[in-house]
């Protein structure tokens, strides 16, 4: 399930807006040796499952071997331990398992071992073809998104000064992008000359049908469940990857960062929804191979709120929320500890993460089981409230927060292009981030004709030499996201020093040289903004100064102050 605006937002934008798939790409040539396992470095790989009911169990510091006895008091068997985020994966114990290990003074979290995320993105559908062209940003005199043929299209890229960063900091090969998402299609001709298959990983294991029969995944595409590192079945994590480094290549679009490499971190299922421990494994991984900086365009669910003791959850959700708090936390520390980057799109419900009154959308899996639920500002976003992650809002052409985009003074940190189909006049694709979609993912969902020609505006091909690429029209901060990961890339690319992945560079100083190269955009006036959309109104009200709000954050990310500022 795609994460969804909700209440008037849903109302608003249904006759512009649908969910969107994830993506996964191949690709690219490493400068290091590849790790010697799918797994996480130096971590135990996973037992195959059983069929029996498995659940993470994250225990309190120095208290393995006490949770090690509970597990075992309560029935269950412990199939694998990871003494990094400590927590052990449990098999067996029956259906009061989680309440009854949860019990013990050792345990802070317990989580079944399922699909808990889903992406953050919309799909922009077009009501009318789309006739106007932005104007290209000039002949730059050297490399630049002004010769890539679809340039003029991407608003984005001159709004935030990338067309003219490309010929200063295209960035650097040394430096190594990690995408968790859905996949990267890596034979895509515009993202291909920078994936890194080598060390690209997919934690995920397609999965068919959910608990209750219902169709989840879809058929497997291979024997064993498991796609290649370089598909990507849903096209959400390819379009993030494109964002942050296609490319100059003459064929399409150009990324921010069009020379660094991305690597595929797999942790979404073809649904588009997200296990916990794929999530784990992905961070910890992008910890252990050096990996730069981490794009991670989803929350991870079921729970869009996760609340540690909400009166209106049972003692097992409330487990469960805790394990999905407690655990993910330890994982981005892990990371960051390592020296990545965190970044994360910071959701798409238009809704003041300050104020959070009402969930009406959790728990999100298995579908149908969602009950509506109060919730205050203690029940946080993960990971976009989660502490070390730099969250990014979106805003349209016009420079204002999107509609859609969650906001909030304690939780905005940056703001960046996600598109706005809302945002002027016009069709609606001209107001949307274009970039590269997998062909396979196109035509299965009806957007390409018998002969490979776009059914409609929110999808563009570009042809040479008798072979095409295709891209895609889409809003969301899933889209606003990418933007920020490609500008700290550019960030490292010019200041990182010779580390474990090829350049590194502490976290804290990559995001104060965010903030710093941002471009400060204050609230609204008057502050109290008033979104107007088919007959309906939604006030979305900005607090805070020119240098922090709750709309912007720090500002929006800015490629060319990041290419030129002295360090």
């Known amino acids: 399930m795609r994460r969804v605006a909700s209440g ?76 990094k985020l400590g927590y052990v994966l449990t098999e067996g114990g029956g259906d009061g398992f989680a309440e009854t290990v949860g019990a013990d003074p050792a345990i802070v979290g317990v989580s079944p071992d399922r699909r808990i995320g889903s992406t953050s993105s919309y799909t922009a559908r077009p009501t009318g073809r789309a006739t106007g062209r932005f104007p290209d940003a000039g002949s730059l005199g050297g490399r630049g998104a002004a010769q890539e043929p679809l340039a003029h299209l991407q608003w984005d890229m001159k709004m935030i000064g990338a067309d003219r960063a490309h010929a200063k900091a295209p960035g650097n090969k040394k430096v190594l992008v990690g995408v968790i998402d859905t996949g990267i299609d890596g034979k895509h001709p515009d993202i291909a000359p920078n994936f890194n298959r080598e060390l690209s990983r997919n934690f995920v294991i397609d999965k068919p049908k959910d608990e209750r029969g219902e169709t989840l995944d879809g058929p497997c595409e291979t024997p064993s469940c498991k796609d290649p590192v370089d598909e990507d079945d849903d096209g959400h994590g390819t379009h993030v990857a494109s964002t942050i480094a296609s490319p100059i290549n003459g064929i399409g679009i150009a990324g921010v960062a069009p020379d660094v490499q991305l690597v595929n971190i797999r942790a979404g299922q073809d649904s588009g929804f997200f296990f916990l421990k794929p999530s784990l494994d992905a ?63 910071l959701g798409n419900g238009s809704t003041d993460l300050g104020r959070p009154s009402v969930d009406k959308q959790s728990p999100g899996y298995p579908r149908g089981s969602e009950k509506t639920r109060k919730i205050d500002n203690s029940c946080v976003n993960v990971p976009a409230e989660s502490k070390g992650v730099i969250s990014v809002s979106a805003v349209g052409p016009s420079g204002r927060k999107a509609v859609y985009s ?78 920020a990961t490609g500008v700290a890339a550019i960030l490292i690319s010019r200041f990182g020093k010779p580390g474990p992945g090829g350049l590194a560079m502490d976290p804290a100083t990559v995001e104060d040289l965010l903030y710093r190269t941002a471009t400060p955009t204050p609230c609204p006036t008057p502050r109290a903004y008033v979104y107007k959309m088919y007959g309906e109104s939604e006030t979305h009200q900005c607090e805070g100064g020119q240098d922090d709000n709750g709309f912007f954050g720090h500002g929006i990310v800015n490629a060319w102050k990041a290419a030129t500022i002295e360090p």
Request: charged share 20%.
């Open 8 to 83: 008037l937002m849903v109302l608003a934008v249904a006759a512009a807006l649908t969910a969107c798939s994830a993506v996964a790409d191949d690709r690219a040539v490493s400068e290091r040796p590849p790790p010697a396992q799918d797994g996480p470095t130096g971590s135990p790989q996973p037992a195959p499952p059983s069929g029996k009911a498995q659940n993470l169990v994250f225990y309190a510091d120095g208290k393995q071997t006490q949770a090690l006895d509970a597990v075992k008091r309560a029935g269950g068997t412990v199939v694998e331990e990871n003494g």
């Open 283 to 345: 961070l910890t991984y992008a910890g252990d191979i050096g990996v730069d900086v981490v794009n991670m365009s989803y929350y991870v669910d079921p729970w869009l709120f996760n609340c540690a003791a909400n009166k209106a959850d049972t003692r097992k959700q409330q487990l469960e929320q805790q394990a999905i708090i407690v655990g993910m936390q330890r994982a981005l520390d892990y990371a960051r500890g390592k020296g990545v980057t965190l970044i994360s799109a």
């Open 406 to 483: 969650d906001y909030g003074i304690e939780q905005t940190d940056l703001a960046a292009p996600g598109g706005d189909v809302l945002d002027g006049k016009g069709a609606e694709a001209v107001r949307s981030i274009l970039a590269a979609a997998p062909e396979h993912v196109l035509k299965a969902g009806g957007r390409l004709d018998a002969s490979g020609k776009p059914k409609g505006a929110d999808v563009v091909r570009d042809c040479h030499e008798g072979s095409c690429s295709y891209y895609q029209y889409l809003d969301g901060t899933s889209m606003a996201a990418p933007h």
